[in-house]
């Protein structure tokens, strides 16, 4: 059976809820999982706190429907939603909003996605797809098809941080001018014949960057981190807890420097010789000032963890 990243430390970053004292019944704490996926993490925190009601979203509509079986027997305290989690406070009622004290975000593909060879994602795979939701238009076949070599280098470069990515969009451009690549086993069996395995598989970065650019995965996470901030803006989320898991540094770093803005008290200008902001604008706090990490019986068991890392930020209730 499957079991989510970090599953044992987010049911611990969130034990503070069971404690919340709520008068009516029917104003339970609410906790928004914002990539249900399989619903690992939704399925631990039902488990563990019996006050708790989970708001969960995905925009993968086969991983919904899989998680909506897992966690059947919690249907009355479980509402599913097929979107991305950018848009999750668009389809939330101010009430609920009002009951939010929690959020969690598992980032990146799931290993159930990564273990289908039918969706696109895996070296081995015959398609070359990588779509998390397969409605939408863009998938990896169509970028490395038709993006320029320049295109293709700063998308390797940025987002795989691949050191020989100009290199690697010259040769794949002269390659697809003979015959497009048609599946990922083709593309990752091009990519190992044309530069050496340095512990990863050659190819890792490159998945990593065309997944990002299929899934708009930083765009979504900082729309994600944006409405964080605007709804709290708003008067919700007082004494809420946000959660998120990363798996590679491009993710991690966005999450830290958003966590960081928001603990700022001063938000005057660098240049500002003496603060003139009132030097109380924290929107909370950072609660993990090093991020919180697989410990080594997780990474045994599942080789895909050892890279995860879990940021936890609370806001303010006052």
């Not at 999450?255 to 803005?261: A, E, G, L």
């Amino acid at each position: 059976m499957h079991q989510s990243v970090l599953q044992k430390q987010i049911v611990e970053v969130f034990k503070y809820i069971d404690s919340i004292d709520f008068v009516d019944l029917n104003e339970n704490p609410i906790v928004v999982d914002c990539t249900l996926g399989y619903g690992g993490h939704s399925l631990a925190l039902l488990e563990s706190y019996p006050h708790i009601h989970i708001y969960a979203f995905d925009r993968d509509e086969y991983a919904l429907s899989l998680a909506s079986k897992r966690l059947e027997s919690y249907r009355n305290r479980i509402h599913l939603f097929h979107q991305p989690f950018s848009h999750i406070f668009s389809h939330l009622s101010a009430q609920v909003c009002s009951r939010i004290k929690g959020i969690i975000a598992d980032i990146g593909v799931s290993s159930m996605q990564l273990d289908e060879v039918a969706r696109g994602f895996s070296f081995n795979s015959p398609l070359l797809d990588m779509r998390m939701d397969t409605q939408q238009n863009l998938t990896a076949a169509h970028i490395v098809n038709t993006y320029s070599s320049h295109a293709l280098e700063n998308l390797f470069r940025s987002y795989g941080e691949f050191k020989e990515s100009k290199k690697l969009a010259q040769l794949i451009v002269e390659r697809r001018k003979r015959e497009p690549f048609q599946s990922c086993f083709d593309l990752s069996s091009f990519v190992e014949q044309h530069f050496r395995r340095q512990g990863l598989h050659p190819a890792t970065l490159v998945f990593q960057a065309l997944r990002i650019e299929v899934n708009d995965e930083l765009g979504e996470l900082q729309k994600l981190l944006d409405s964080l901030s605007q709804t709290y803006d708003k008067g919700y989320l007082r004494g809420a807890r946000v959660g998120i898991i990363s798996f590679h540094s491009l993710e991690d770093r966005l999450v830290k420097q958003n966590f960081k803005q928001w603990s700022k008290s001063c938000i005057c200008p660098q240049e500002t010789y003496k603060c003139e902001c009132g030097n109380h604008h924290e929107k909370g706090y950072i609660l993990t000032k090093k991020p919180i990490v697989p410990d080594s019986d997780e990474i045994t068991h599942n080789k895909r963890a050892r890279s995860a890392k879990l940021r936890v930020f609370e806001y303010r209730n006052d």
